[in-house]
């Protein structure tokens, strides 16, 4: 799928944007602080309703625009996908207090749930911070599968909102129940709904996670010239030391149930569930040595290079249609051979925007078949 059309109002540095977008490979070349990160993020929010970066979403709002009365900013994207045009809006409104903002999206002209928009445009983006997939902590790994699972699947994504929520529920009971305010016997609905809906999450994110490995096999011998061999194994909490096979997907619900209860005496004890998806985990090895633990700062972000560009192979299998591929500043971090590796790896029908500061990082042969955009303070023009 492609991005033919971004329209951004009051968004960061932009305060009014009206851009085309080619098909292809676009590089959008600017000096630092000039608007690169935000226009790779605007296409983030439109597809994903989320910004990659964990600031507050109130900072998507123009400064300026905060003298206005009713502060705001509107993204809107027009995607051309392998069936259809699709018109995606998001406008966020500053909250009353200030603080929070409200989002509300439209799909060519509705009103939408973000629920019913995610998954509709595809995107991955790589982007500097994410050596942290690799070098951070299991939190990040796990907003990266459940943003990845939610883009091809949208049951997965409710299934994750109602295990959330039904975690919330089942902590503050463990509590009470700690407290003695509350009998253990009362646990017994939650500690099913958290097994049922816990038993689907886990289900995808191991499947997705055998799919990206076995992509990842290919591409990442490719970016380092085969001196190196990446694994990327799902690590799901059931609550022992050590991790275990999984069961097959029918005996999922019921082996999640069991280590539920084996746990409940000291998830009374310490008032908080501690077995289920919320704890899992996605573990890197480099030639068998842990690369979260062990690896240099190149291994690390090779290794979630490799993982990205896994990603958009298995959403395009996935759903039929490829991701845009959003890469934010990553030739300067990656040596002449990556670099050459990653370009090569761009499919033709794929969309494709870098951003950089230097033109000098790409190949020539390369630059000539791009379309090159320049950005100045939130403004962007054609280069010549
Ligand atoms: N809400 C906002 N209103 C106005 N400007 C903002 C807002 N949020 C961020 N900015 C500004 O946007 C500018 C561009 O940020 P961005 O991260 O896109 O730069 P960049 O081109 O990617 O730079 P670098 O090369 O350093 O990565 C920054 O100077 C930042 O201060
Ligand atoms: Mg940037």
Redesign the pocket.
Known sequence: MRCEHLGLTNF??YARLELDLPPGVTVLQ?D????????LDAIHIVATTRSARSAPER?????LAFEDPLPYTRIVAKVRRAASVIQIEMTATLGENGNGITKRMKINGAPRRSVDVIGQVTVVLFSPLDIDLVAGSPSQRRRYLDIMNAQVDAKYLRSLQQYNRVLLQRNSLLRLVRDRQAKPDQLAYWDLQLADLGAYVVDRRRDAVEALNTLAQDIHPALTGRQEFLHVAYRPNFGGDTPEPLPSRADLPTRLLAAIQTARAREIAQGVSLVGPHRDDLQFTTDGIDTTVYGSRGQQRTAALALKLAEAQFIRERTGDSPILLLD?VMSELDSRRRRQLLSSIRPEQQVIF?A?DLEDFDPSFLARATILR?KSGRIEKAH
């Open positions: 960061r540095n600017g630092n602080a000039q608007g690169k990160t935000n226009f900072e998507w709002i123009n400064w500043d951003t500061t950005v």
